[in-house]
């Protein structure tokens, strides 16, 4: 397998108009990977058409787990040249990169003749008429894996994992294209045998992972209104859902989706929704509602380019402000967000478990560069969750005191109680209320219920798990979300240059653990990584003034992902 210098990685990336199949591609490139032994990450970009368009799937493998996306691509396989151009800038690929296309159909593109790659016919679509129902795109996967060194059983094995829903004829056919490509393919170094273990990793994206952690956390209910990049999420839910003897509808709109997930919660039955950018601006009066009546409910925002519309099929982390701010009032709440494909599934059920034992609303943000990429990870643990709702007991006789549902206790986390328990029924409605959840327009009264809002949030002990910190150093690169790998790849190359850096990766935003953060910079210089164009984690933990005088901010919009070399040429320069 080629390697690029970026910690003995190979990345391969397959490029087509839309429909040609390009995705596909990379799907069974990551899959044979897996079974050759190889950890993996897929990224896919598509343009916002509904039809047409553009297409790409970029595949990293490693020995080692798989984080982010390198500076550079080893190998671009074009199925055709339609739109190529939009892919100069998120594909870099140079003079030590190889590509494979037909060349006979099209002139040798600037994209390629700039780059000083080698250009190989790959005679696809040649190749592929010689096949019944033959697929240009079935033999660039077999010259790909040739020149990657995977062995050809593997693509065997991944094209029949991927197409296993197409029926015999579809995968029949595939799978001899796959075979003719390898033979006519460039051959690389013969990729060693598989590690033991290597079959018990998991081949999930980061919106699946989500919809696990999730069920983890123990939710049984789901309503949402389908919404670029977190549709997936509600796809991989329906099915299990309705195994586990919960259930997901399709709301008509995201005003109806938050809403009935306040009324699941409130009837006892934890419950989530997911959306996108657009979608959490119409649910923030909902959410408010929910923090006033302290009701748990979980809100799944995968973000993607903004504002308004957007880029919906692009990966940006511009939410941030609006999750943080969003509410009018003084609205307490939890933000968290997960810090790769394998963390949605701790973030999700934690978030899950917090909104439920702290009566109050969580979002969980991550963005469709982690939403709709599939990773080779490692199973992760089973996470201890620690505990979850406080139900009021039955009252019936047995309460000397009518129910208080918004008593302030020390903690400010008054039981709950589920409808039709006897004695111990409550008002919840986003009106200001007393102790008793009666309406009131007191100023004691909303002093004391504000009080308690807030005092339930920043004083919960919430552990470790408030963010991921590694390394030792003067550096500190402060981060959030899908950036987190890139830092962490990018602090790898630091060190090996000689400059020790720390890493620490929020995982719970709102409330800000002020304290452990101050203590786990130190002394060190700061720089704040993140991708929005307004430096919104910068701003923000200005404000709450958890960072050094002197820090530096390093934020760029995307919709191009950042790049190790990018950060640590920014941290050289502190």
Same mark, same amino acid.
């Given at each position: 397998?080629?390697?690029?210098?970026?910690?003995?990685?190979?990345?391969?990336?397959?490029?087509?108009?839309?429909?040609?199949?390009?995705?596909?591609?990379?799907?069974?490139?990551?899959? *044979? !990977?897996?079974?050759? %032994?190889?950890?993996?990450?897929?990224?896919? @970009? +598509?343009?916002?058409? #509904? =039809?047409? $368009?553009?297409?790409?799937?970029?595949?990293?493998?490693?020995?080692?787990?798989?984080?982010?996306?390198?500076?550079?691509?080893?190998?671009?396989?074009?199925?055709?040249?339609?739109?190529?151009?939009?892919?100069?800038?998120?594909?870099?690929?140079?003079?030590?990169?190889?590509?494979?296309?037909?060349?006979?159909?099209?002139?040798?593109?600037?994209?390629?003749?700039?780059?000083?790659?080698?250009?190989?016919?790959?005679?696809?679509?040649?190749?592929?008429?010689?096949?019944?129902?033959?697929?240009?795109?079935?033999?660039?996967?077999?010259?790909?894996?040739?020149?990657?060194?995977?062995?050809?059983?593997?693509?065997?094995?991944?094209? *029949? !994992?991927?197409?296993? %829903?197409?029926?015999?004829?579809?995968?029949? @056919? +595939?799978?001899?294209? #796959? =075979?003719? $490509?390898?033979?006519?393919?460039?051959?690389?170094?013969?990729?060693?045998?598989?590690?033991?273990?290597?079959?018990?990793?998991?081949?999930?994206?980061?919106?699946?992972?989500?919809?696990?952690?999730?069920?983890?956390?123990?939710?049984?209910?789901?309503?949402?209104?389908?919404?670029?990049?977190?549709?997936?999420?509600?796809?991989?839910?329906?099915?299990?859902?309705?195994?586990?003897?919960?259930?997901?509808?399709?709301?008509?709109?995201?005003?109806?989706?938050?809403?009935?997930?306040?009324?699941?919660?409130?009837?006892?039955?934890?419950?989530?929704?997911?959306?996108?950018?657009?979608?959490?601006?119409?649910?923030?009066?909902?959410?408010?509602?929910?923090?006033?009546?302290?009701?748990?409910?979980?809100?799944?925002?995968?973000?993607?380019?903004?504002?308004?519309?957007?880029?919906?099929?692009?990966?940006?982390?511009?939410?941030?402000?609006?999750?943080?701010?969003?509410?009018?009032?003084?609205?307490?709440?939890?933000?968290?967000?997960?810090?790769?494909?394998?963390?949605?599934?701790?973030?999700?059920?934690?978030?899950?478990?917090?909104?439920?034992?702290?009566?109050?609303?969580?979002?969980?943000?991550?963005?469709?560069?982690?939403?709709?990429?599939?990773?080779?990870?490692?199973?992760?643990?089973?996470?201890?969750?620690?505990?979850?709702?406080?139900?009021?007991?039955?009252?019936?006789?047995?309460?000397?005191?009518?129910?208080?549902?918004?008593?302030?206790?020390?903690?400010?986390?008054?039981?709950?109680?589920?409808?039709?328990?006897?004695?111990?029924?409550?008002?919840?409605?986003?009106?200001?209320?007393?102790?008793?959840?009666?309406?009131?327009?007191?100023?004691?009264?909303?002093?004391?219920?504000?009080?308690?809002?807030?005092?339930?949030?920043?004083?919960?002990?919430?552990?470790?798990?408030?963010?991921?910190?590694?390394?030792?150093?003067?550096?500190?690169?402060?981060?959030?979300?899908?950036?987190?790998?890139?830092?962490?790849?990018?602090?790898?190359?630091?060190?090996?240059?000689?400059?020790?850096?720390?890493?620490?990766?929020?995982?719970?935003?709102?409330?800000?653990?002020?304290?452990?953060?101050?203590?786990?910079?130190?002394?060190?210089?700061?720089?704040?990584?993140?991708?929005?164009?307004?430096?919104?984690?910068?701003?923000?933990?200005?404000?709450?003034?958890?960072?050094?005088?002197?820090?530096?901010?390093?934020?760029?919009?995307?919709?191009?992902?950042?790049?190790?070399?990018?950060?640590?040429?920014?941290?050289?320069?502190?």
């Amino acid at each position: 397998m080629p390697k690029s210098n970026d910690q003995n990685a190979s990345a391969i990336a397959v490029i087509g108009s839309g429909g040609s199949g390009a995705v596909t591609a990379g799907l069974i490139l990551l899959n *044979a !990977a897996a079974r050759a %032994g190889y950890y993996g990450l897929l990224t896919r @970009s +598509a343009g916002p058409q #509904i =039809r047409g $368009g553009e297409s790409a799937a970029m595949i990293r493998f490693s020995r080692r787990p798989v984080r982010c996306m390198g500076d550079r691509f080893d190998i671009l396989v074009a199925l055709d040249w339609g739109n190529h151009t939009r892919f100069r800038d998120e594909i870099p690929i140079d003079g030590d990169s190889l590509v494979l296309a037909d060349t006979g159909t099209h002139p040798v593109p600037a994209m390629v003749a700039d780059s000083g790659a080698e250009l190989r016919d790959g005679r696809f679509q040649q190749l592929a008429s010689m096949q019944d129902e033959g697929r240009a795109n079935m033999i660039a996967v077999g010259a790909a894996g040739a020149a990657l060194g995977l062995p050809l059983e593997s693509l065997v094995e991944g094209a *029949a !994992a991927t197409l296993k %829903g197409k029926g015999q004829a579809v995968l029949g @056919s +595939a799978q001899r294209c #796959i =075979r003719d $490509g390898y033979g006519s393919g460039p051959g690389g170094a013969p990729a060693t045998s598989a590690p033991a273990g290597h079959c018990q990793r998991w081949n999930i994206s980061g919106n699946e992972a989500s919809g696990l952690g999730a069920l983890r956390g123990g939710v049984r209910f789901v309503a949402a209104y389908p919404i670029t990049p977190a549709s997936e999420m509600l796809e991989w839910l329906a099915p299990r859902l309705e195994r586990l003897g919960g259930a997901l509808l399709q709301a008509e709109d995201e005003l109806a989706s938050i809403n009935m997930i306040i009324g699941g919660s409130f009837g006892g039955v934890p419950s989530l929704t997911a959306t996108s950018g657009p979608g959490l601006s119409l649910m923030l009066e909902g959410i408010g509602l929910a923090i006033a009546s302290e009701t748990p409910v979980v809100v799944a925002n995968v973000m993607r380019g903004g504002p308004s519309t957007g880029i919906p099929t692009k990966t940006e982390q511009s939410d941030l402000d609006i999750a943080l701010y969003g509410c009018h009032g003084d609205a307490p709440h939890l933000v968290l967000g997960a810090l790769s494909i394998a963390d949605c599934v701790f973030t999700t059920a934690w978030s899950t478990q917090l909104a439920e034992h702290l009566q109050t609303a969580a979002i969980v943000l991550s963005d469709q560069l982690i939403g709709q990429s599939r990773a080779i990870i490692d199973p992760p643990p089973a996470p201890d969750l620690g505990p979850g709702r406080v139900l009021a007991s039955d009252a019936r006789g047995a309460q000397s005191q009518p129910y208080q549902r918004y008593a302030a206790g020390a903690d400010g986390i008054s039981p709950m109680s589920i409808p039709g328990r006897c004695g111990a029924s409550y008002t919840a409605d986003g009106l200001e209320h007393n102790a008793a959840g009666t309406p009131s327009s007191l100023a004691a009264d909303h002093r004391a219920q504000l009080d308690k809002r807030r005092r339930k949030l920043v004083e919960f002990d919430y552990g470790d798990a408030w963010a991921e910190i590694d390394g030792e150093g003067p550096l500190c690169i402060v981060t959030w979300g899908s950036t987190h790998g890139v830092v962490s790849e990018a602090s790898e190359r630091l060190r090996q240059r000689g400059r020790p850096t720390r890493v620490i990766g929020l995982r719970l935003l709102a409330p800000l653990q002020h304290t452990a953060l101050r203590e786990a910079i130190g002394e060190a210089r700061v720089i704040v990584v993140e991708q929005n164009h307004s430096a919104q984690l910068f701003r923000y933990l200005h404000a709450q003034r958890a960072l050094p005088l002197h820090a530096h901010s390093l934020a760029r919009p995307g919709p191009l992902p950042l790049r190790p070399d990018e950060i640590v040429t920014a941290a050289e320069e502190v």
